[in-house]
């Protein structure tokens, strides 16, 4: 008889050195991170009725339980909007690398959301609240910013800092409080980071089903020929945007809206900098068998922010005029995406890459010659070679 998704997970987790332990560790600091969010909020005089919503499950923060809670509450939401979907399992994995990762075993699909990311994007969600009036261009309506560009870059690049120094990300500076619409943001576009990351791997969940016809034991994506190719990883992206985009749609609430495209492109921001930090700062293999991450982030940007640019993008018909709506909406996802760029450091760390030559570093010719293109960059005399295909092998899994 076929085990249950949830014996797998426990099979898994046992397999890693400490796993149980691990999680649990990592589970406690949530705790503990929620608890000090309590605090501070009861000791600036938070009112009450703003403490229990910040008890609640959602809010991922305010009581204990408040992580695994969110998690459970945000895949059956995206499982209820897509009834197609295989049978699935998604949990928290001690890890703290910012990533997620999907398995098909004979009974469903098992995704790992691994608890860097929460890290991650809480930072950098907190961070992007802190200077709201600036990127939306409207400070009346959100208040005065609490942080400058070049401070938000500041924290959020001392805490890469840390963590690609092998640091655990630092639970006070996380420790960050907003109120009233602010707040409402925070945990709209926190949650939306995070289901994102479900939706993308519930994507590849879908697109394996109908691959394998004899679904194999549980092993890692890796070794599935689909989970690796630039087609699936933007069917999967594809498909989370359109599972996004049916949860917030521009026409009903445009701060919900952008507080999803923020969400989505936040997790991609976050992959993005530890992509071209890496590739600036060492001559390791770069391993990647994504579409380059902040060419993805322009995506989620366009198609969550402004999904009517995105369309016409995708059109061969010539443009329409703009309303005044879609210039406001494009000036906001433009600010977004600059911001975004600025704060992680992409924008620094990819200049310092692609002034190195990028060839023998694992990527394939097909993403080498994106990036040339994308950025303006001559190709080299001796052009983009096959080695390089037969490197690109390891999946990094989002
Ligand atoms: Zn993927």
Redesign the pocket.
């Known amino acids: 008889m076929p085990s249950t998704l949830e014996e797998r997970y426990e099979k898994v987790l046992r397999s890693l050195p400490d796993g149980p332990a691990l999680l649990a560790q990592a589970l406690a600091l949530e705790d503990e991170y929620q608890r000090l969010t309590a605090k501070l909020m009861r000791d600036n005089g938070a009112p009450n009725q703003v403490l229990r919503d910040y008890a609640s499950a959602p809010a991922l923060s305010g009581n204990g339980k408040a992580a695994m809670e969110a998690l459970a509450a945000l895949s059956n939401q995206l499982c209820g909007a897509n009834p197609d979907l295989p049978q699935v399992l998604v949990r928290w994995w001690p890890e703290r690398l910012p990533s997620a990762s ?1 398995a098909m075993g004979e009974s469903g699909a098992l995704i790992r959301v691994n608890l860097g990311m929460l890290t991650h994007l809480r930072l950098l969600i907190h961070l992007l609240c802190s200077c709201l009036g600036s990127i939306t261009g409207d400070e009346a309506r959100w208040g005065e910013d609490r942080l400058t560009v070049d401070q938000a870059r500041g924290e959020y690049l001392a805490m890469i800092d840390e963590f690609v120094g092998g640091e655990p990300v630092p639970l006070y500076k996380t420790v960050l409080v907003h109120w009233g619409k602010r707040e409402r943001f925070r945990r709209v576009a926190t949650l939306a980071g995070l289901a994102y990351v479900i939706a ?2 519930l ?2 969940a879908d697109l394996l089903q109908a691959a394998s016809a004899t679904p194999g034991p549980f092993e890692v ?1 890796a070794a599935e020929p689909e ?1 690796i190719s630039h087609e ?2 933007t069917s ?2 594809k498909a989370a945007f359109r599972l996004l985009r049916a949860l917030a749609p521009l026409d009903q609430d445009e701060d919900l809206a952008f507080a999803y495209a923020a969400g989505a492109a936040s997790a991609l921001a976050i992959q993005a900098c530890l992509f071209w930090f890496k590739a600036s700062h060492s001559d390791e293999t770069l391993a990647w068998t ?1 579409p380059v991450p902040d060419l993805r982030l322009g995506m989620a940007c366009l198609a969550l922010g402004d999904p009517e640019e995105a369309d016409r993008l995708a059109s061969p018909t010539p443009r329409g005029a703009s309303s005044s709506t879609t210039n406001k909406r494009q000036a906001r996802i433009a600010a977004l995406k600059l911001w975004l760029d600025t704060v992680t450091g992409v924008s620094l760390f990819r200049e310092a890459a692609l002034a190195r030559d990028l060839r023998g570093r694992g990527l394939s010719p097909a993403q080498l010659m994106t990036l040339y293109v994308a950025y303006g960059i001559p190709v080299p005399d001796k052009g983009v070679s096959h080695v390089e295909e037969r490197q690109a092998g390891e999946a990094r ?2």
Do not use: K, P, Y
């Open positions: 999907c993308h791997e994507g590849h994506s989970m699936a990883e999967a992206d994504h899994s989002l």
